[in-house]
């Protein structure tokens, strides 16, 4: 008799937007004349530029044709998308990565939840506590993390990194050595940066002590500040110890196209085997690269009419940060995040839970937001909101907030 | 100190059609003169239908505008897509399949690789042998496997069922039980095919012994004779103990598109855990979903021009499935498959093996096919040649190795 993955039953409930949608959903049949405002899930709103929208039809086109038609894809992803990525994306920021280190994929949220087979199960995990599910979950499903403890809401054999309004909501070297270190920054979900001589420690750190960073630059277009890093690949060392994740859901509007990428440098060794083989080796088997047309497209994002329509998109999206930003603390909200990111944390007032915080938007202002229980222990009493609204909605969100 | 998953260091060489694509590379660098016929790789060559291109159009335009912009699509993929699946390839075949059984994913492959998480690495498994390199090589990565054995090519813990021409190269019910058996009618890589009654055994026997069949159906478009099933779901007792995989790479000729769906039917369950629950969760966690414009564009295949206009594209790969078989018996080769599937399975003439076929035909003929030893020990001094080239070079290619 064949046994399932018992690893899956200690998951604590259903995946935090599942839920949310199922809440969501629920509130709407109930109560169909109320015009909810949804700045939950990070899903964008705005049409893709018009670049993108030419170069998807340019590549329809050539699908029609016998000559011009494409069918599997180079393992790795067309090199036309991989070079104009390590050019713009690494060497112009002064980053030695090569186009043979890129992996192209049909985004982030894969890459960051499969990045982890390539590892030992043995391996401990570090993370941030808030932090975006995906990270944890993954490791649960391989049987990274021991059982889940319904006292201290954590798993007992993963070292979380308190992110806190006492240290700026940036994570301190862990106490307990461990192998695998995920950090996202800008972050999610707590919006927060750390400049390039914070992550220059924690380069630093993991080729001291063995372990591998995990590097989510998912929402690094929204960088304003010139001491935050783009690329963890812009600290000394990093090609030894550190693996990065890059989607285009944020910086192009590409959560329905999907397409992210993953760098995997060569000098990054366990003993004689480059993790680059090893992804290499996943990527070729348990996948089979990303649609044709959805690359052209992501060649597009970096054209330059793409970039500055993009400029234009995401300057949109940061006003609807600043917006919310400002907006709250007007209100009374304690609030952070927002500047060199496109997610604001908020702590829920009045001694409120997250998620009692959650019923009590969606049934008085029908604002949809995200708990920010839902992302750790430490984002009980916390709250995300996205700027990722029209701006329309996003202003009456917020005066609907102001109103309550 | 991190490690890395050493159930990778246990695949033997590279995955096989990168080998192939480094042979076939070299010999282009060494023999620029040279033209090369590709019959080696599933890849097709014939362009979209036109009903495909103008739904990727349309949905293109939609995602323009912010009115019909779409961002993450649901979980399980979209209705629209899922109610149609749903119709045409089940409830019209007389299978009790429903729309909330089907997840939409960017293609068999992933699936076939990521399907077997939700399993207890202890279960065992069995397989074909010559079998589809990624349900071994999964298997192997996440540790299910065992040690490989160079002297039998087989892995310690796998059971192997041969396919043989003594057997039809239809595998028997094994005598050892397994716990997940993959099963793939019409057969990548003999073209072999099994009967209804066949099928129902098979179906029998994993209800009776408490195994999950995983059933690829990637290749059922090409299916002819009225006694082999479209779907495991049309044999009894299939929704107990199933799981099946779509793939629109052949039907529809989607290999650079990237769609598929698998089908997790609701009465298939270990103990209280329905394995539709496990997959849903590993699906909204460790993926985000095929592309709108994409599943707009498996929507159009359904549609009226859709299917008339994709009956005459595999009319076209099934006369070339013709061409080769029929002219290979006529050269004198001993022949199989290509009735009811795109492959022809064929012996390597004048005991070569398998690899010195491959050169072989590559430098006299300047034909690329693929080595029967890489799928599996049993697979050794056969050779597999594929319907997807075009009409033209397939003839072509037949000629050169009549003429050899």
Redesign the interface.
């Known amino acids: ?6 690893n ?2 200690k ?1 604590p409930g ?2 935090l937007f ?1 839920t949310i949608g199922k809440k969501v959903r629920a509130f709407e049949a109930a109560n169909p004349d109320k015009k909810i405002i949804r700045l939950g ?1 990070g ?6 530029a ?1 670049a993108i ?1 030419e170069a ?2 340019s590549a ?2 050539e ?4 000559e011009t ?5 180079p ?1 790795l992803g067309y090199e036309f998308l991989r070079n104009v990525i390590a050019q713009k994306d690494y060497k112009d920021r002064g980053c030695a990565i090569e186009a043979d280190e890129i992996f192209v994929s ?2 982030a ?2 890459d960051s ?2 990045i982890q ?7 401990k995990i570090a993370v941030c506590d808030p932090v975006y ?2 990270y944890v ?2 490791n649960v ?1 391989a ?1 990274r993390t021991g059982e889940y403890d319904e006292l201290t809401q954590n798993f007992k054999d993963v070292i979380y990194m308190p992110c806190l309004a006492e240290n700026g909501f940036a994570p301190e070297l862990p106490t307990e050595t461990p ?2 270190i995920y950090l996202c920054f800008p972050n999610n979900p707590t919006g927060a940066t750390i400049t390039k001589a914070q992550l220059q420690e924690w380069v630093d750190y993991a080729n001291r ?4 960073i995990i590097y989510d630059a998912a929402y690094e277009a929204y960088i304003v500040e010139p001491e935050v890093p783009h690329s963890i690949y812009e600290c000394e060392g990093a090609r030894t110890c550190a693996i990065e994740l890059h989607s285009f859901s944020k910086n192009a509007g590409f ?4 397409l992210g990428y993953t760098v995997v440098p060569k000098d990054l060794k ?1 003993g004689d ?1 480059t ?1 680059h083989s ?1 992804w290499a ?2 990527h ?11 690359q052209r497209a992501g060649e597009a994002v970096y054209s330059e009419k793409g970039q500055a329509q993009l400029k234009e998109q995401i300057a949109y999206y940061q006003k609807n940060a600043s917006t919310i930003l400002q907006g709250l603390k007007e209100a009374g909200y304690t609030v952070s995040g927002g500047v060199n990111a496109p997610y604001i944390w908020l702590k829920a007032p009045n001694g409120m839970t997250s998620w009692e915080f959650f019923d009590y938007l969606l049934e008085k202002a029908n604002v949809v937001g995200t708990p920010g229980s839902g992302f750790g222990a430490n984002g009980e009493t916390y709250f995300r909101l996205t700027a990722f609204g ?1 701006y329309e909605n996003t202003v009456e969100a917020i005066d609907r907030i102001k109103a309550l």
Chains 1, 2 share one sequence.
């Open positions: 008799m064949y046994k399932i993955n018992e899956y039953l998951l259903s995946y599942s899930i899903d964008v709103t705005q049409p893709l018009p929208i998807l039809h329809v086109d699908m029609s044709q016998a038609f494409r069918g599997y894809a393992d049909d985004g949220k894969c939840g499969n087979e390539i590892f030992s199960v043995d391996n599910p995906v979950d993954t499903m049987g192998d695998l002590v063995g372990a591998v959560t329905g196209v999907r366990c085997v993790l090893l080796r996943r070729g088997t348990k996948y089979n690269g990303a649609p044709y047309i959805i029209s």
